[in-house]
């Protein structure tokens, strides 16, 4: 049995791990109350980017959300009742993979969160984040109580190389370092994830508080999904040990700034990130033990 987010396929050339394509990419969309749903895991630094982009965008009435088991067995994600977790009232869904079955009845891969699924046709719309987080910044603007403006248009080129950046060497980095399976493909993931901590460092040092200056975009969020799960998992169980964010100054500001704004700390569930990643990822940790530590002052 493997509950492990990923099987052998993914264990690409010389050991590095090599993340499936996203199945459903459709950006079309009917903006109206009620229509669409979220299905996310709380644990899930990518899901969590996009229930935070509906929160702060104050769309939390339009589109509803349902929050998977942060344990996965072989049978995948599930909607149980369980502390920050619970059934699927939108379509009684009891596996996610349910949702991926009825949207292509031959659906092979991996059955992962976030999922945006229409309820009027029944079928996922889409699975990428990023094309969430877009399509709610942007397609569901105008149903928004608090229409911030995550992907300004003048920022554009700047913020899409900032954001891949980002998304190749320090979200998706981590992961790189933790399933590799071979030591050349763990050190060359864990240099890139530390050259680029230190990039952003340095442009946060030199004018933040946030990425691009005084302005909160989309970036800062996929920043921040990594970082706040950082000291607490990645450091230890992804072996990404050189510093912790807690070590860089202006990291950890950006971290706390962003976690102390409102709404946003009661995002992030500690318990239920590391109960998943340790009890979840079974080759990288079989006993399923759950570390104690660490002590996280600026979250308490
Ligand atoms: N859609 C994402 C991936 C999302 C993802 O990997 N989600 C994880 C949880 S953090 C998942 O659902 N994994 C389930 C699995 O692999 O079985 C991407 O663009 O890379």
């Known amino acids: 049995m ?45 899901a969590h980017r996009t229930w935070i982009v509906l929160r702060e965008m104050g769309l939390e009435p339009v589109i509803g959300v349902s929050f998977a088991d942060p344990i996965r067995d072989e049978k995948g994600w599930a909607f149980r009742e369980g502390k920050g ?20 009845p031959n659906f ?48 554009d080129k700047e913020q899409a190389a900032l954001s891949q950046t980002i998304y190749e ?6 992961y ?25 460092e340095e442009i946060l040092s030199e004018g933040g508080p946030y990425l691009f200056r005084d302005r909160l975009v989309e970036t800062d969020w996929r ?14 169980h992804f072996k990404c040990n050189r510093r912790k964010i807690s070590e860089y100054p202006y990291l950890q500001m950006h971290l706390e700034q962003l976690y102390h704004r409102p709404g946003i700390a009661e995002t992030v569930d500690f318990t239920q990130i590391k109960n ?7 080759e990288i940790n079989p006993t399923g033990i ?7 002052i600026w979250a308490q």
């Open 223 to 236: 920043l921040f999904c990594t970082l706040v799960r950082f000291d607490a998992v990645y450091h230890g």
């Open 108 to 155: 092979s891969g991996r059955v992962t969160v976030p999922v945006l699924w229409d309820k009027k046709e029944k079928r996922i719309v889409n699975n990428s984040e990023d094309d969430i987080c877009r399509l709610l910044a942007k397609d569901f603007r105008d149903l928004a109580s608090s229409p911030v403006d995550l992907f300004p248009e003048d920022l």
């Open 176 to 200: 790189r370092a933790g399933f590799a399976t071979q030591q050349d493909a763990y050190e060359e993931a864990f240099e890139s994830l530390f050259q680029a901590l230190g990039t952003v």
């Open 2 to 46: 493997s509950q492990a987010q990923f099987p052998e396929e993914s264990d690409g050339q010389g050991g590095s791990f090599e993340r499936q394509e996203d199945a459903f990419r459709s950006t079309e969309v009917h903006p109206e109350p009620g229509r669409y749903h979220l299905y996310i895991c709380k644990a899930c630094p990518w």
């Open 276 to 282: 998943h990643y340790y009890r979840t990822h079974n």
């Open 169 to 174: 060497k320090i979200n998706n980095g981590v």
């Open 290 to 296: 759950v570390p104690l530590g660490p002590e996280l």
């Open 85 to 104: 977790h619970g059934k699927d009232d939108a379509e009684g869904f009891s596996y996610l993979a349910e949702a991926y079955k009825a949207s292509d």
